[in-house]
């Protein structure tokens, strides 16, 4: 089975400013897909990044970047200029796209609340 | 935005009662999913849904058994709710690998 871990249950970054957010998988796959997704107050669950394993390339998505270290099994969040409207909960993901019916999961880590102070 | 709704949006009951949240989507999509979100665990998989009366577990799917009769239909059912299956349950939907999923706005229980 595959498991997902976020090791930091609460961060806090000030406003304009870096974070990272981490994240490690376990699993036996080569194949397979991690995304972050962020959940507002509003508890909204929004898709933040993705990322194919078998990209080299680190995703980006404006501001949002991934540190994608596959040997390492680590796919870390990082937010550039961080704003106010980032504080949410963010959860790590991992897929594994089985072409078996009943084998497409998506799998959460536990997630990190991030508070961006003004 | 994807076409996902669920209720109710907010229900307490009684323990012993039976309960059904229903999920439904306009997007035609393959896959459907049944989340609970508690402190401190995440979301985590109760049953997932892969077509028309295909079904399967998940993670947590004790005490909890689903339906689906239509493609844009997910009924989740607690035949007896107890106090531990208070949550915030979320349904989401999937056109399948590497697509995202699209979540609804969940559903809050309260188990008395």
């Known amino acids: 089975a595959q498991t997902v871990t976020q090791s930091q249950p609460e961060m806090s970054v000030q406003e304009a400013e870096t974070v990272t957010l981490s994240c490690t998988y376990d699993?036996?796959?080569?194949?397979?897909?991690l995304f972050w997704y962020k959940q507002p107050p509003s508890r909204q669950m929004i898709l933040v990044i993705r990322?194919?394993?078998?990209?080299?390339q680190n995703a980006t998505e404006n501001r949002f970047s991934v540190n994608f270290q596959k040997a390492a099994k680590s796919f870390s969040l990082k937010i550039s200029d961080s704003q106010l409207g980032d504080t949410a909960m963010y959860f790590c993901a991992f897929m594994t796209p089985y072409s078996g019916a009943g084998s497409y999961q998506l799998t959460f880590g536990k997630g990190t609340k991030l508070s961006v102070i003004p | 935005d994807a076409g996902i709704t669920q209720s109710p949006r907010h229900k307490v009951t009684e323990t012993g009662t039976p309960v059904t949240l229903r999920c439904h989507q306009t997007?035609?999509?393959?896959?459907m999913y049944w989340y609970r979100q508690d402190p401190g665990h995440g979301l985590r998989l109760i049953h997932y849904?892969?077509?028309?009366?295909?079904?399967d577990k998940g993670e947590v799917s004790d005490g909890y058994s689903v339906s689906r009769s239509k493609t844009e239909d997910f009924l989740l059912t607690l035949e007896s709710a107890t106090s531990s299956q208070t949550s915030v349950y979320f349904c989401?939907?999937?056109?399948?690998?590497?697509?995202?999923?699209?979540f609804g706005e969940g559903s809050r229980l309260t188990v008395l």
């Open positions: 699993t036996s796959e080569n194949n397979y897909y």
């Open positions: 989401a939907i999937s056109g399948g690998p590497p697509g995202e999923l699209f």
């Open positions: 997007e035609n999509h393959r896959y």
């Open positions: 990322q194919e394993a078998y990209k080299q």
């Open positions: 849904s892969y077509g028309v009366k295909d079904t």
